[in-house]
């Protein structure tokens, strides 16, 4: 059998929460969606979310802190698998075409740029390697970008107008909320003006900002802030097997598929840090060597192995 591409398997997970929160926003046994889920007294809420209230109300409240905390552990456990996995932005800007702004010559620099960050140093592989070991420490540094500018906005906004401005753009909520208007719609008869201006909204974000997770997601940015500390789950390069480090050869498969831009053999080089990971293997998928893995808890640094051999 065929194995699935995870970009076929993101889709499917993703298509399959949204049916789940469909299915539960008129059963009994609904258990919210990406904003707010949970069962009875056990609830996650968006940490987003959960730090715009807290700055509008100026309220503590112990469940929902609790509630934080947890999500902070799965981010330090899982790392950004949420971005890619259930987020449905990607998914969303796979399957609708888009207006890509600033296209021609400044995408061809971008693409020259890449290519350049992935020449190998020498047509030695030893020396490939030994290069690329030689800065491990700051490969997974948060390294600020536009997407924590939103972030302080976002918050700074909830705190001046006394309630979570951006969840009304928020992509992920209006996508739910679309759900759920469109099945009132239908199977109510619920007519009003949210009907059209929820989804225009999210469909204009999906056409037109296409940069949206790498550019303007502040939840990206605050996932981001904890996800350095992840260390299950992260790409794995194998330079015995790899075409640039046991050959030399100039092979940016892994590089020009990342949606993050990390060069996952030298992340310390890379435009993002490493912890901007979102597990999404587009890089395992497009290696020729099949050289890229993603094991729970690596036993080591691969390259270090290869160099004391």
Same mark, same amino acid.
């Given at each position: 059998?065929?194995?699935?591409?995870?970009?076929?398997? @993101?889709?499917?997970?993703?298509?399959?929460?949204?049916?789940?929160?469909?299915?539960?926003?008129?059963?009994?046994? *609904?258990?919210?969606? &990406? =904003?707010?889920?949970?069962?009875?007294?056990?609830?996650? &809420?968006?940490?987003?979310?959960?730090?715009?209230? &807290?700055?509008?109300?100026?309220?503590?409240?112990? @469940?929902?802190?609790?509630?934080?905390?947890?999500?902070?552990?799965?981010?330090?456990?899982?790392?950004?698998? &949420?971005?890619?996995?259930?987020?449905?932005?990607?998914?969303?800007?796979?399957?609708?075409? !888009?207006?890509?702004? !600033?296209? *021609?010559?400044?995408?061809?620099?971008?693409?020259?740029?890449?290519?350049?960050?992935?020449?190998?140093?020498?047509? $030695?592989?030893?020396?490939?390697?030994?290069?690329?070991?030689?800065?491990?420490?700051? #490969?997974?540094?948060?390294?600020? $970008?536009?997407?924590?500018?939103?972030?302080? *906005?976002?918050?700074?906004?909830?705190?001046?107008?006394?309630?979570?401005?951006?969840?009304?753009?928020?992509?992920?909520?209006?996508?739910?909320?679309?759900?759920?208007?469109?099945? @009132?719609?239908?199977?109510?008869?619920?007519?009003?003006?949210?009907?059209?201006?929820?989804?225009?909204?999210?469909?204009?974000?999906?056409?037109?900002?296409?940069?949206? %997770?790498?550019?303007?997601?502040?939840?990206?940015?605050?996932?981001?802030?904890?996800?350095?500390?992840?260390?299950?789950?992260?790409?794995?390069?194998?330079?015995?097997?790899?075409?640039? =480090?046991?050959?030399?050869?100039? %092979?940016?498969?892994?590089?020009?598929? %990342?949606?993050?831009?990390?060069?996952?053999?030298?992340?310390?080089?890379?435009?993002?840090?490493?912890?901007?990971?979102?597990?999404?293997?587009?890089?395992?998928? #497009?290696?020729?060597?099949?050289?890229?893995?993603?094991?729970?808890?690596?036993? *080591?640094?691969?390259?270090?192995?290869?160099? $004391?051999?």
């Amino acid at each position: 059998m065929k194995k699935l591409k995870a970009r076929t398997l @993101r889709t499917i997970v993703t298509f399959a929460v949204l049916i789940l929160a469909a299915i539960g926003y008129f059963t009994a046994f *609904g258990l919210g969606n &990406l =904003s707010a889920f949970g069962w009875d007294a056990f609830s996650v &809420l968006c940490p987003l979310g959960y730090l715009e209230s &807290l700055v509008a109300a100026k309220t503590f409240v112990p @469940r929902a802190f609790l509630s934080f905390v947890l999500v902070i552990v799965l981010i330090v456990l899982l790392g950004r698998v &949420l971005c890619a996995w259930i987020c449905p932005m990607p998914t969303l800007q796979r399957l609708i075409p !888009g207006v890509k702004l !600033g296209r *021609g010559r400044k995408a061809a620099k971008a693409v020259a740029a890449s290519d350049e960050l992935a020449k190998p140093i020498g047509t $030695d592989a030893a020396s490939v390697v030994e290069e690329v070991s030689d800065k491990p420490a700051g #490969a997974h540094r948060v390294r600020f $970008d536009s997407r924590f500018g939103v972030l302080i *906005g976002a918050l700074a906004s909830a705190a001046i107008f006394g309630f979570p401005v951006f969840c009304l753009i928020c992509p992920v909520g209006l996508t739910f909320a679309t759900v759920l208007l469109v099945m @009132r719609l239908f199977a109510f008869g619920d007519v009003t003006w949210a009907v059209v201006a929820v989804p225009l909204v999210l469909l204009v974000e999906v056409v037109f900002l296409r940069k949206w %997770c790498g550019k303007f997601c502040p939840l990206g940015a605050l996932i981001s802030l904890v996800s350095g500390a992840n260390r299950t789950l992260r790409p794995h390069v194998n330079n015995a097997t790899c075409l640039f =480090s046991s050959k030399g050869t100039k %092979c940016f498969a892994c590089s020009k598929v %990342c949606p993050e831009h990390i060069d996952v053999r030298r992340p310390e080089l890379s435009e993002a840090a490493a912890a901007n990971c979102t597990k999404c293997r587009e890089c395992a998928d #497009a290696c020729p060597a099949h050289a890229i893995t993603f094991p729970v808890l690596a036993k *080591g640094d691969e390259v270090n192995e290869d160099k $004391d051999k």
